[in-house]
């Protein structure tokens, strides 16, 4: 069966400020909250976006929030954000939860082989937390008109890590990763996708490892224990506290999700530092499957279409759905190095939105 061919239906301007410009080529995340405020993440700071509408097709009075006036976070260093989403007036976000291997800089042999042997940890990549926005301001706490207090918080953390890393440290499939260190471009660990639905409910996506060509999406369950900390709940009927879906995507790692309705759709690309196409899938139903399974592509897990491919740029690392032109299926895509034709002048720069 030939490849459905993507439908570009128009592209969107963001533009943000000269001072927090260097955004503009590190787009890893973004989504969109109730008032219309577009959120967009970063894999090279501590902080997240936020983006007004202006108009037909255009964002900007850009904000930025520094993420340590709201949660805790272990040092300053960069938090590699790869996945955000907003459910019930939160922000959800979550760093990489994975350690790096250093690149040479091609100046010096000895100096790159030793930056090619060692590997590293920046211990804010292990952030899994939630946020309240009120009127498109992220706050520490608010007490809704109706309903209960809202509370900024984060996953419980052991020794330098979260819960949920612990966890999947003794899982029989991930934890030869893990407990190796494999860093994320080598198919290690690398968290890239993050959609919450209600009540703590989140599916969180695997860039790596991908297991013999198939890609990996954890669903667990949070409950905040104490003000300010989240851990897991039971999420199976023999009490486990996660599930684990295998996808054939195609042998593609997951770089971003986002729902539409009940379905899943995913962002999927190569789990390695490699030039290759993109592809979008739907995954239909997410709900109602039980325990750990391995899903094949059929009526249920679908290709939509391949993304445009660009050697050397144009990295899709973001997706929210969009609604435009009265299309209701329409999906906005971003981009981690951007290709030289998206830029505008006044650091503004376009992103794409296809039909789904």
């Given amino acids: 069966m030939p490849q459905p061919k993507y439908f570009l239906l128009t592209r969107v301007l963001l533009h ?51 993420l340590k006036d709201y949660i805790n976070l272990f040092d300053d260093d960069e938090i590699d954000i790869e996945g955000m989403d907003f459910r019930d007036g939160y922000l959800w976000l979550t760093g990489s939860h994975s350690t790096k291997r250093k690149k040479p800089k091609g100046k010096d042999l000895e100096t790159d082989l030793e930056r090619l042997a060692t590997i590293t940890t920046d211990l804010n990549r292990f952030i899994l937390a939630r946020i309240p926005v009120v009127n498109g301001e992220l706050v520490k706490s608010c007490i809704p008109v109706e309903g209960e207090s809202k509370t900024a918080a984060c996953l419980q953390t052991i020794d330098e ?22 860093p994320s471009k080598d198919n290690g660990l690398d ?7 209600s009540n703590n409910h989140l599916f969180i996506g695997l860039r790596g490892p991908v297991l013999r060509g198939w890609a990996v999406i954890v669903e667990i369950q949070l409950t905040e224990s104490e003000p300010g900390v989240l851990t897991l709940q039971e999420i199976t009927d023999e009490g486990a506290k996660y599930k684990k879906h295998f996808l054939d995507l195609n042998g593609l790692g997951i770089r971003e999700l ?31 499957h039980s325990g750990t399974k391995i899903h094949q592509q059929d009526e249920n897990l679908v290709s939509l279409f391949d993304l445009p491919f660009t050697v050397g740029s144009d990295h899709a690392e973001g997706l929210a759905l969009y609604s435009c032109w009265g299309e209701q299926n329409s999906l906005m895509i971003f981009y981690d190095s951007p290709d030289s034709s998206r830029l505008r002048e006044d650091k503004k720069i376009l992103v794409d939105v296809f039909q789904i």
């Fill in 161 to 182: 890590r979260n819960l949920l890393f612990e966890v999947l440290k003794e899982d029989a499939h991930l934890k030869p990763f893990i407990t190796s260190g494999i």
């Fill in 191 to 197: 968290i890239e996708g993050l959609v919450a639905a």
């Fill in 258 to 288: 986002c729902f539409q309705n009940e379905d899943l759709i995913i962002l999927a690309g190569p789990t390695m530092a490699l030039e290759g196409e993109m592809e979008v899938f739907r995954w239909k139903d997410v709900f109602n």
């Fill in 16 to 66: 943000f400020e000269q001072e927090f410009s260097d955004i503009i080529s590190d787009i890893s995340s973004a989504t969109f909250s109730d008032d219309g405020s577009l959120w967009v993440g970063s894999d090279e700071m501590v902080g997240v976006e936020r983006l007004s509408p202006m108009g037909c097709h255009s964002y900007g009075e850009h904000k930025r929030f520094l």
